[in-house]
Structures are given as structure tokens and as C-alpha cells.
């Protein structure tokens, strides 16, 4: 479980936390006077962070950006590791352009 901090466009009416699965919502100013909200929350993997982009993307709220905060893992979980998957990734591409070079 990872802590995730997105940053969000405007300010986002406090009584979303709880569509967002009790995420804290506060709201701030950036230097040019532009409002944002900062909305902080505890994600369990990368599964349930693609929902909270999708219930972002339904509402029409304008991400400008998310990130984790360092060392907020759970004990007892583990990071997801993906540079595993895209090793096999990119092998299977390059797989797919030898074939099609030998048709």
C-alpha cells in the first residue's frame, strides 16, 4: 500500500472524499494566484490506482499531477516491480517486427 498525493486543477468540493474512498481533500494556491486542491490517500496496489484515475477522468477533474510519497510503504507489502514485464514487453515487440521482416 502506497500514500499517493495528486494534485488537481481548481478546487474540489471537500464532500468527494468519500466517492474517493476517504481521501483528504485541501485546497491551495499556487504563485500565480491559480486555486488547486491536493487530494492524499492510501492506494493498495496499482489496480485500485487506475480506478481513482478513472473516477477522476468520469468527473472531469483536470489532473496536473500525482505522486507517491517516499517510504509510505505498508510493512509487509511489496513495490510493484515492473521493469520485469517490460523486459517482456519490448522482447515481444521486437519479436513481432522480426516476424513480420521475414514475411
Known amino acids: 500500500m502506497t500514500i499517493y498525493t495528486f ?3 481548481g478546487h ?3 464532500r468527494w472524499e468519500s466517492f474517493f ?3 483528504s481533500i485541501t485546497h491551495q ?3 500565480d494566484q491559480q486555486p488547486f486542491s491536493l487530494m492524499t490517500g492510501k492506494v493498495i496496489d496499482q489496480s485500485a490506482l487506475y480506478g481513482v ?3 477522476m ?3 472531469g ?6 505522486q507517491p510519497e517516499p517510504h509510505s510503504e505498508v510493512p509487509g507489502s511489496s513495490p510493484v516491480d515492473l521493469s520485469s514485464s517490460l523486459d517482456k514487453s519490448q522482447k515481444h515487440q ?4 522480426s516476424d513480420k521482416q521475414q514475411q
Open 57 to 59: 477522468r468520469d468527473l
Open 61 to 66: 477533474v483536470d489532473l496536473i499531477s500525482l
Open 29 to 31: 494556491y499556487n504563485v
Open 94 to 97: 521486437q519479436h513481432k517486427k
Open 12 to 14: 474540489l468540493d471537500p
Open 21 to 23: 474512498d476517504g481521501f
Open 53 to 55: 484515475l478513472a473516477r
Open 7 to 9: 494534485r488537481l486543477k
